[in-house]
């Protein structure tokens, strides 16, 4: 029986390449070199065969257009989407728990900003610090994403186990519920926890459009580096714009803020602090 015509990766031309390149550049600022055409191709495949395309030109066309918000949307998703882990990086959290919840005790209220949240777990380890060290609820976490895929797959908040490894025993067994059944081999975070996270698409580079008020703290860790220095100044600067006088904003262990004319003070490498 014929099942339709095989799955073709598209081959991508320079001519491709650099159309794309404009459009991710324009929506969403990111940079895409022309290095990561077989990225393209493995990201793009799949869904250009559902729809019947052969070219990659005719999926450009078709996302481009006016009224192709919904499928450009859905190739944004399928650009961005990346794989992350709970309490990554750790020595961010250490830090957290270590000097800046405890100083911050007197504090009345804490409001603290997951940037880049991909699928939801630097949020909930957030939020985990956060209820164990300020259990009176004092605290919310705000978390963002370019992708609607991701913000859906971190609102449901269920996690294979292997995802939660590096979960402090503790805090694995306060916070997390072991799937039984069709859901075994995977762990929710509980629902007291959840309620206290709110999710919510966001565009690092055109934040103007929403007002969604200042923040304690901002972490802003491992999406700069998908941006040419132009747009990492530029981001940087609106999401510092958010942050409260003596607050922080942390970025990746590999990201750097090197170059830009920022009113920071380097806490350590990655953990900057705003002045007051």
Known sequence: MNSGPALVEPDVSDREMLLFQ??????????????????????????????????LSQYHALIAADDGGAERQRAIDLITTNETYFFREQSHFDFLGNELLPAWSSVKTLRVWSAASSTGEEAYTLSMLLDHY????SW??????????????????????????????????RYCLRGTAEYEGHFLVEGTLRRKVEFAQRNLTDLGAFDDGSFDLIFLRNVIIYFDFPTKVQVVSDVLSRLRPGGYLVVGHSESLHGMNLALEMHSPSIYRKPE
């Open 22 to 55: 404009q459009l991710f550049k324009q929506h969403i600022g990111l940079h895409l070199p022309v290095s990561k055409k077989a990225l393209l191709q493995s990201r793009l495949g799949s869904r250009m065969h559902e729809l019947g395309l052969r070219q």
């Open 134 to 137: 300020r259990p009176d609820g």
């Open 140 to 173: 919310s976490v705000f978390a963002s994403d370019i992708s609607t895929r991701v913000l859906s797959f971190a609102r449901r908040a269920l996690y294979p186990m292997a995802r939660g490894q590096n979960i402090p025993r503790q805090y694995l067994k």
